[in-house]
């Protein structure tokens, strides 16, 4: 069974662009959930998503979007871009079902350089 | 008060030794709860999750609640050189199964 998958695993951006990070989940699970670690802040809950809604957010500023596709692939998208910014993005799918929830899968990771 | 906090670590243990990580959660509510092994350059990996009071085992991992106390442990038994990681606890946030806190990490270094 296949994994979490993200693209890029590695990007470099300077200050004031945007990016766009991809997310495919394991096949089956329908909630797909971001993170970013930094060594400073550690892991951070950014947003989740379930059958293409948000249902959680991070107390994150609106510069952080996502939104998921009938597939249950996601993307986040940063806009605007700060120093601040650059992490590892992480992506975690789940079954999202009774005890399972919050039993996370994540992917790799995207890690963002932002110059 | 942080929502989940970790003794801080590093934690450095000899082979064959156990390992005793501990984590404590300020959401009294909190029913789920979890440990993520993190390598170094890798991500997370989940390795266990206690929804009970008492103790869950899983090959050479206890993990080990009480509500109580509002305390989780993750002890590693015949620690391994390979078990040498950050382990991280994690919580469900207020109001949400589904947006976990996670403590700072613990870093393990098992010696051989």
């Known amino acids: 069974k296949a994994g979490v998958t993200q693209t890029p695993r590695y990007l470099i951006k300077t200050r004031g662009q945007q990016v766009t990070l991809s997310c495919s989940p394991i096949?089956?699970?329908?909630?797909v959930s971001w993170y970013q670690q930094t060594p400073g802040q550690g892991l951070q809950f950014l947003f989740e998503y379930f059958s293409e809604t948000q249902r959680n957010k991070g107390n994150f500023p609106g510069r952080f979007s996502g939104r998921q596709f009938s597939n249950s692939r996601s993307e986040m998208n940063v806009s605007t871009l700060e120093l601040g910014d650059s992490a590892l993005y992480l992506c975690?799918?789940?079954?999202?079902?009774?005890?399972?929830?919050?039993?996370?899968?994540f992917g790799e990771g995207s890690r963002l350089t932002v110059l | 008060q942080k929502e989940v906090e970790q003794n801080s670590g590093p934690l450095s243990v000899p082979e064959g030794a156990i390992a005793s990580l501990n984590c404590t959660y300020s959401d009294r509510v909190s029913q789920s709860f979890f440990w993520y092994r993190q390598y170094s350059g890798k991500s997370p990996e989940l390795i266990m999750s206690?929804?009970?009071?008492g103790d869950k085992e899983d090959g050479r991992f206890t993990a080990q609640l009480n509500k109580a106390s509002q305390y989780v442990s993750l002890l590693i038994r015949d620690s391994q050189p390979s078990d040498s990681a950050t382990y991280l606890c994690?919580?469900?946030?207020?109001?949400?199964?589904?947006?976990?806190?996670f403590g700072s990490g613990t870093q393990l270094t098992v010696l051989p």
């Open positions: 096949s089956g699970h329908r909630s």
């Open positions: 206690i929804y009970s009071n």
């Open positions: 975690a799918s789940s079954l999202d079902l009774g005890e399972h929830t919050g039993e996370l899968f």
């Open positions: 994690a919580v469900p946030s207020s109001g949400s199964a589904r947006q976990l806190t």
